[in-house]
């Protein structure tokens, strides 16, 4: 793929992007689904780690390989190529972005969201109380350890809301800092970051309107996470990887539409 510089696109574009990366998944649902599970089963061993501040490093460093991945599967979807592993498993430049992206949006975590976990926690145990699984005492009359402690909750309530928590945390860190383009553009191209992130920026300041609407579907995946518990979180990383390759591609490569399924297709580099 021949990559362009960022052009305007029409206001309503993000639709177009969305409809894209729906279709790109439901070409290749089985694929997408095994690498679902994996995420899953390679998250609920990060969730496994005792001490907190590693254990959310992990999860977000996941989520970030985990975006990696789905941008290479969407592009195997778009071009009809064979699953192969050169295609799809993240290369070294890959990982040492996920990397650093991780740690950036682990910064931002320290530093902005301990605010909201008090009252969410406040929130949850109300919630156990009301549906009978948490008394706030013991039968001894001393305070009950935190909900979170027991394992009914640890497994369902608190996995579920770390895994939403980042997955979310990654989509709109990359939103609000225009970095929205960075991924795909290293991915796909082995851009340098520097460059990909100045060049990001640049595409971003071009489409206010679309970049809203992505907004809009981050926060309609996010309404869908809480309802879920957090445990939809890991299955909304492949729309999300697959929404990131769909807008670059329209942005950066003049390409709004699916290639048709069938043959594969040649890139401008292999052509």
């Known amino acids: 793929m021949k990559a362009l510089g960022p052009r305007r696109r029409e206001p309503e574009s993000w639709q177009g992007w969305l409809g894209a990366a729906l279709e790109l998944i439901w070409r290749r649902i089985g694929l997408f689904g095994?690498?679902?599970?994996?995420?899953?089963?390679?998250?609920?061993?990060?969730y496994s780690v005792a001490w907190a501040p590693a254990?959310?490093?992990l999860v977000l460093l996941l989520v970030v390989i985990s975006l990696v991945l789905f941008i290479r599967l969407a592009l195997v979807a778009d071009y009809n190529r064979e699953p192969k592993y050169l295609?799809?498993?993240p290369g070294n430049l890959d990982v040492a972005l996920a990397i650093t992206v991780?740690?950036?949006?682990?910064?931002?975590?320290?530093?902005?969201?301990?605010?909201?976990?008090?009252?969410?926690?406040?929130?949850?145990?109300q919630v156990l109380v009301g549906l009978g699984l948490y008394e706030t005492r013991l039968e001894t009359g001393a305070p009950a350890p935190p909900p979170a402690s027991q394992l009914f909750v640890e497994v369902v309530f608190m996995a579920g809301g770390v895994w939403g928590v980042a997955?979310?945390?990654?989509?709109?860190?990359?939103?609000?800092?225009?970095?929205?383009?960075?991924?795909?553009m290293v991915v796909?191209?082995?851009?340098?970051?520097?460059?990909?992130?100045?060049?990001?920026?640049?595409?971003?300041?071009?489409?206010?309107?679309p970049?809203?609407?992505?907004?809009?579907?981050?926060?309609?995946?996010?309404?869908?996470?809480?309802?879920?518990?957090?445990?939809?979180?890991?299955?909304?990383?492949?729309?999300?990887?697959?929404?990131?390759?769909?807008?670059?591609?329209?942005?950066?490569?003049e390409r709004d539409y699916n290639h048709p399924p069938g043959p594969p297709v040649l890139t401008d580099s292999e052509a």
Do not use: C, K
């Not at 095994?34 to 990060?46: E, N, Q, R």
């Not at 991780?102 to 145990?125: I, K, N, R, V, W």
């Not at 796909?188 to 309107?209: D, E, F, I, K, Q």
């Open 211 to 253: 970049m809203t609407g992505l907004l809009g579907i981050l926060l309609v995946m996010l309404a869908l996470v809480i309802v879920s518990l957090g445990w939809l979180a890991p299955f909304m990383l492949p729309v999300l990887g697959a929404l990131l390759y769909t807008s670059y591609r329209d942005v950066f490569l």
């Open 102 to 125: 991780g740690a950036a949006l682990f910064a931002g975590y320290g530093a902005f969201l301990p605010g909201f976990f008090e009252p969410l926690a406040e929130s949850l145990q």
């Open 167 to 184: 997955a979310f945390s990654a989509g709109l860190g990359l939103l609000a800092f225009g970095q929205w383009f960075l991924l795909p």
């Open 188 to 209: 796909l191209h082995a851009s340098p970051v520097g460059m990909s992130m100045v060049t990001s920026l640049r595409a971003y300041s071009l489409n206010p309107v």
């Open 55 to 57: 254990r959310i490093l």
């Open 34 to 46: 095994i690498y679902s599970v994996a995420v899953v089963m390679a998250m609920l061993a990060a």
């Open 87 to 89: 295609y799809i498993i």
